[in-house]
């Protein structure tokens, strides 16, 4: 959280500071930070053609953070996440889906999401493999 506070008319210094160091400890005592969604939380495990794993965990692209009021408590958040079909090879970075943030049903956020980890393409050995594996179970 960022505070920038400004005092103008003050005949010094020592007066200046006092009045900003009551003006933070009031936005402090009053006001704190949310974290909803940050870039390590894994939001889903989706399946992928081809890769040489067959499940990636899909995170967002950036943290969303929400400022509230310490008094009236912190929102009612949900979010809704739509993933596109996955087919490797697939890097850290991409845009693979979108996350939908609301609060109170209302739709206050779009971020896009992306794979947690990079996805190489499966060798046909592997795949051969994989789908044996299947039949068999």
């Given at each position: 959280?960022?505070?920038?506070?400004?005092?103008?008319?003050?005949?010094?210094?020592?007066?200046?500071?006092?009045?900003?160091?009551?003006?933070?400890?009031?936005?402090?005592?009053?006001?704190?930070?949310?974290?909803?969604?940050?870039?390590?939380?894994?939001?889903?495990?989706?399946?992928?053609?081809?890769?040489?794993?067959e499940n990636v965990g899909i995170v967002a692209k950036e943290d969303v953070t929400d400022l509230y009021n310490k008094n009236d408590g912190t929102g009612n958040f949900t979010y809704e996440v739509e993933v596109d079909n996955l087919k490797a090879p697939l890097s850290k970075g991409d845009v693979v889906g979108k996350l939908t943030l609301k609060e109170d049903n209302n739709v206050i956020r779009t971020i896009d999401l992306t794979v947690k980890d990079d996805v190489k393409k499966a060798n046909i050995f592997e795949l051969y493999l994989r789908y044996l594996k299947q039949i068999f179970n």
């Open positions: 959280m960022r505070i920038i506070t400004v005092v103008m008319g003050e005949p010094d210094s020592e007066t200046r500071n006092k009045d900003v160091s009551s003006v933070f400890d009031y936005v402090y005592a009053q006001y704190g930070l949310q974290k909803i969604v940050d870039t390590e939380t894994v939001l889903e495990e989706v399946s992928v053609e081809k890769g040489k794993v």
